[in-house]
Nanobody, 119 residues
Framework: QVQLVESGGGLVQTGGSLRLSCAASGSISSFYLMGWYRQAPGKQRELVAE???????TYADSVKGRCTISRDNDKNTVSLQMNSLKPEDTGVYYCQARRIAFGSPSIYWGQGTQVTVSS
């Protein structure tokens, strides 16, 4: 069972930056997709950014130009650099990983890290 552990969250002022990291307990090379989601209070969890093993990257419109996702298969990590943070970026940020195992899709989640942006 793969475990994902997020770190890097915290309290930051509007306009500030944070770098979130997600460390996997094993190799991430088998995951065809890794990404970051967030959940604000009272709202559904939403995609922030994701990166496929082939390098294709997708960003939510709300973070385009402000966030950069990167994946390091050697270090078994996926990171999210967030700049120009806004209060609406506040939420719990979760790391997600997907792979196909024995012909079936498997999805793994981390426990989340809190990001709070003060106005």
């Amino acid at each position: 069972q793969v475990q994902l552990v997020e770190s890097g969250g915290g309290l930051v002022q509007t306009g500030g930056s944070l770098r979130l990291s997600c460390a996997a307990s094993g190799s991430i090379s088998s995951f065809y997709l890794m990404g970051w989601y967030r959940q604000a209070p009272g709202k559904q969890r939403e995609l922030v950014a994701e990166v496929f093993s082939g390098g294709t990257i997708t960003y939510a419109d709300s973070v385009k130009g402000r966030c950069t996702i990167s994946r390091d298969n050697d270090k078994n990590t996926v990171s999210l650099q967030m700049n120009s943070l806004k209060p609406e970026d506040t939420g719990v940020y979760y790391c997600q990983a997907r792979r196909i195992a024995f012909g079936s899709p498997s999805i793994y989640w981390g426990q989340g890290t809190q990001v709070t942006v003060s106005s």
